[in-house]
């Protein structure tokens, strides 16, 4: 069975960094595009991040500049770099996996960003 697993989330205060990680098993992992999703109190999910099978990558206008996607096909896990964090990035950020005939999504891990 699959299993997309976050973590690295916390709390931290306004201006620090976190580290989110992606982990997959039983999955071939390189061949997934793959992209990081928050979801704020209220709110409906948004986009973060993307990174393709391939390494290109796409950023929300809201994190362009201080999140930093990356992969390590090796290790099957994904990284979201988070730096210079506002209040407004608190939320549960989720890894979802995608390829044309399936996809995953982890359970989440929540990140606050104090004022």
């Known amino acids: 069975q699959v299993q997309v697993v976050e973590s690295g989330g916390g709390l931290v ?10 982990a997959a098993s039983r999955i071939i992992f390189s061949i997934y595009d793959m992209a990081w999703y ?31 996607i990356s992969r390590d096909n090796a290790k099957t896990t994904a990284y979201l770099q988070m730096n210079s964090l506002k209040p407004e ?20 891990t929540q990140v606050t960003v104090s004022s």
Do not use: M
């Open 13 to 22: 205060q306004s201006g620090g960094s976190l580290r989110l990680s992606c």
């Open 38 to 68: 928050r979801q704020a109190p209220g709110k409906q999910r948004e986009l973060v991040a993307t990174i393709s099978s391939g390494g290109n990558t796409n950023y929300a206008d809201s994190v362009k500049g201080r999140f930093i």
């Open 89 to 108: 990035d608190t939320a549960i950020y989720y890894c979802h996996l995608w390829h044309p005939r399936e996809n995953y999504w982890g359970q989440g």
